[in-house]
C-alpha cells in the first residue's frame, strides 16, 4: 500500500518514497465583520506513510483548522495540499466531499455518534457511501468493533455506553472505509486518565499494526508522548517536529 508504482530498486530507499500528507505554505485567516483574523501563517510540514504526529499547542492557535484542511473540510485562503498524491486544493466541492469519504477518517472530542444508531450500525455508516451490499457492511462493521475490542457492544446505542466505549466506535467507524490518514481533534479531552489511556493505547496499536498514518491534535504532553513525534503550533507558526520514539 502506499508505494510509488515504479521504484528502482537498486536506487530503492525509504527516504524516496513520497510522503502521505505535504502541506507547503498553508495561509488560513478567518474573516469576522470587517476584521480579518490570521491563524496559519504560511504552514509547511509531511507527514510520513505510518507516521503518529501529535499536534499540540494553546488554545485557538488553529489547531483545528490546520486538522479541517488536512480533513478537506475546510480550505486554505492560499497553499498547497497534497494527500496520496493529489492536490486537493483543484477539486470541486462534491469532489472534495467524495474525497474525504474516500481518504480520511475523522475522530472527534465528542465523538459525533448518531443516538439513535447502534454501534454496529454508526460503524457502518461510512460504507453507505460505498456501492456495497448490506450484509458485507455489516460483516465489516463487527470485524471493525472486535478489533478495537468492543465485540460484545455491537447492539448498543451510545447512552448505553461509556464515553470510552464511545470513542472507541468513533475509532471503529474512523477506520472502516481503510482511509489514507487518520484525522483526531483532542481525541481524548473528554475522557477520564484511565480511558484516555485505553484510547491512546488502541491509536498507537492501529497505527503500528495496521500502519495508519495519524495525525492528533491534544494539549495534553502524556497523551503526545504515545505519538512518534510532536509539533507545537504558536501564533500561526509551527515548530520544528520534537522526536518522542
Ligand atoms: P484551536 O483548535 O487551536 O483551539 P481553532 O483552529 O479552533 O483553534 O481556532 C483558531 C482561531 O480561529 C481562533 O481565534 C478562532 O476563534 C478562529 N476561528 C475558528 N473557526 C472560525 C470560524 N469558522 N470563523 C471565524 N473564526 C474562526
Ligand atoms: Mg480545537
Same mark, same amino acid.
Do not use: C
Given at each position: 500500500m502506499n508505494q510509488p508504482s515504479e521504484v528502482d530498486a537498486t536506487v530503492g +530507499?525509504?527516504? +524516496?518514497v513520497p510522503p502521505l500528507v505535504s502541506l507547503r505554505r498553508i495561509v488560513k485567516s478567518y474573516r469576522r465583520g470587517q476584521q480579518t483574523v490570521p491563524v496559519l501563517a504560511g504552514i509547511s510540514f509531511d507527514i510520513a506513510a505510518g507516521e503518529f504526529l501529535a499536534l499540540m499547542g494553546p488554545s485557538g492557535s488553529g489547531k483545528s483548522t490546520l486538522l479541517n484542511l488536512i480533513a478537506g473540510i475546510d480550505r486554505p485562503d492560499s497553499g498547497e495540499l497534497i494527500v496520496a498524491g493529489e492536490d486537493i486544493g483543484g477539486l470541486s466541492e462534491a469532489e472534495l466531499a467524495d474525497w474525504r469519504a474516500q481518504h480520511v477518517g475523522f475522530i472527534f472530542q465528542f465523538y459525533n455518534l448518531m443516538p439513535v444508531l447502534s454501534a454496529v450500525e454508526n460503524v457502518a455508516l461510512p460504507l453507505l457511501l460505498k456501492d456495497m451490499p448490506r450484509t458485507e457492511r455489516r460483516e465489516r462493521a463487527e470485524l471493525a468493533l472486535e478489533m478495537v475490542g468492543l465485540a460484545d457492544r455491537m447492539a448498543h446505542v451510545p447512552s448505553e455506553l461509556s464515553g470510552g466505549q464511545q470513542q472507541r466506535v468513533a475509532i471503529a467507524r474512523a477506520l472502516i472505509t481503510d482511509p489514507t490518514v487518520i484525522v483526531a481533534d483532542e481525541p481524548t479531552g473528554d475522557l477520564d486518565r484511565e480511558s484516555a489511556n485505553e484510547i491512546l493505547n488502541l491509536m498507537q496499536r492501529l497505527n503500528d499494526e495496521i500502519g495508519k498514518a495519524i495525525i492528533m491534535v491534544t494539549h495534553d504532553s502524556r497523551a503526545a508522548a504515545y505519538a512518534h513525534a510532536i509539533m507545537h503550533l504558536e501564533k500561526g507558526e509551527l515548530s520544528a517536529r520534537e522526536q518522542v520514539r
Amino acid at each position: 500500500m502506499n508505494q510509488p508504482s515504479e521504484v528502482d530498486a537498486t536506487v530503492g +530507499d525509504v527516504a +524516496d518514497v513520497p510522503p502521505l500528507v505535504s502541506l507547503r505554505r498553508i495561509v488560513k485567516s478567518y474573516r469576522r465583520g470587517q476584521q480579518t483574523v490570521p491563524v496559519l501563517a504560511g504552514i509547511s510540514f509531511d507527514i510520513a506513510a505510518g507516521e503518529f504526529l501529535a499536534l499540540m499547542g494553546p488554545s485557538g492557535s488553529g489547531k483545528s483548522t490546520l486538522l479541517n484542511l488536512i480533513a478537506g473540510i475546510d480550505r486554505p485562503d492560499s497553499g498547497e495540499l497534497i494527500v496520496a498524491g493529489e492536490d486537493i486544493g483543484g477539486l470541486s466541492e462534491a469532489e472534495l466531499a467524495d474525497w474525504r469519504a474516500q481518504h480520511v477518517g475523522f475522530i472527534f472530542q465528542f465523538y459525533n455518534l448518531m443516538p439513535v444508531l447502534s454501534a454496529v450500525e454508526n460503524v457502518a455508516l461510512p460504507l453507505l457511501l460505498k456501492d456495497m451490499p448490506r450484509t458485507e457492511r455489516r460483516e465489516r462493521a463487527e470485524l471493525a468493533l472486535e478489533m478495537v475490542g468492543l465485540a460484545d457492544r455491537m447492539a448498543h446505542v451510545p447512552s448505553e455506553l461509556s464515553g470510552g466505549q464511545q470513542q472507541r466506535v468513533a475509532i471503529a467507524r474512523a477506520l472502516i472505509t481503510d482511509p489514507t490518514v487518520i484525522v483526531a481533534d483532542e481525541p481524548t479531552g473528554d475522557l477520564d486518565r484511565e480511558s484516555a489511556n485505553e484510547i491512546l493505547n488502541l491509536m498507537q496499536r492501529l497505527n503500528d499494526e495496521i500502519g495508519k498514518a495519524i495525525i492528533m491534535v491534544t494539549h495534553d504532553s502524556r497523551a503526545a508522548a504515545y505519538a512518534h513525534a510532536i509539533m507545537h503550533l504558536e501564533k500561526g507558526e509551527l515548530s520544528a517536529r520534537e522526536q518522542v520514539r
